[in-house]
């Protein structure tokens, strides 16, 4: 984009409308004006929507409702646009292109901490995040007060001889007290290049002390740090933090509580997959337990001579089963072990299935009653 230089607005030729509108607008505090540097100067410059919301306030309002008054009507915001672009026609404001650092600097411009470099666009638009610097500067209140301030020292200073001697005193101290802070200032910064001199040769590459002392900072950022290595950015402290929107922070703290609950969910779904695989680990370490007392009971009773039924052997392992894991589950006898392999190889020749096991000794039958069922084989007993 090429650098377009425009000089200061001549305010006898412009529109009284499109100047009165410059001056209502110009301190408004919905405008929230920053400043930039454009044409070398510090300007300030504002959002085309926040003067949009200045025009169709109430504030605009009463203003323009004032006998006398070359504020214009605005009710919609078409109105507020057409009044708008009497600015940049009148060489009152114009658009701007907010540069980034590096495109300052290839455009041979010198950006500074927290104030960005601007360049006028020669197509003006009016978008709502357009922004628009200001080239209308009026005469302030301060102003007047600094002129009149002006004229007073001066004459003050040619009474000079009538004032009385100890206000003269105080004046020759303070002025000691000035010149000795100038030649601190000038020995500070004699100081500094000798001592950069002698570690650029011994150290490279050379070290400053007070590296910010004649950025355009403050007073008190220009003796911070005390110390840095020549070519070291030590602006970078003293930019001033980006300010988050209200919307961004209202959308990051959404998204960390759609993370928090994920993170719950999932932390939530692993404890009830753990904690159904202990159950299954305790059922079938009872169902084992069932097991092992059938057969000896079985055993006990062959060798008594009194072998045990296979309706004893429901009852006895229904009872068990009730007392061990409750009434909800329910006894199944199964056949035994080589029945049940003829059995599985029919089902595949004929392709039916009509039941299959849970993998935890749970076996669910197609047609049954919806209760668990527990298979407990018969094989101990036939032998």
Known sequence: MTSVSVGPPDLKNVDPTALSIAKFLRRHPLLKQREGIINEQRKDFFRVKRAIRALESEDYKKASSKPNSRLPQITDREQALAAL??????RLAFQVVKLDTEDAIKANLKPKAGVPCLQINPNQGFEDDFYYCWFYEPVSITTYLYAGLALGTIFAVVLFPLWPLVMRKGVWYLSMAFLGLIASFFGIALIRLVLFCITYVVLKPGLWIFPNLFEDVGVIESFIPFWAWHGVDTMAMHKPKKRI???KKLAKLEK???QEAAAQQ???TAQQAAQQAANAQIVQ???QGINARLVALAEERAKAGNPV???????????WLTEELGPNFQLQMGPPPSQQQHSHDHSHEHGHDHSHDDGHGHSHSHGDAPSERIVLLEDEEEK
């Open 245 to 247: 929107s209200k919307k």
């Open 266 to 268: 999932t932390q939530q």
């Open 285 to 287: 370490g009872k169902l």
């Open 256 to 258: 960390k509580k759609a």
């Open 309 to 319: 039924t296979s309706e004893e052997i429901q009852a006895l392992g229904q009872k």
């Open 85 to 90: 672009k009497l600015l940049p026609i009148n």
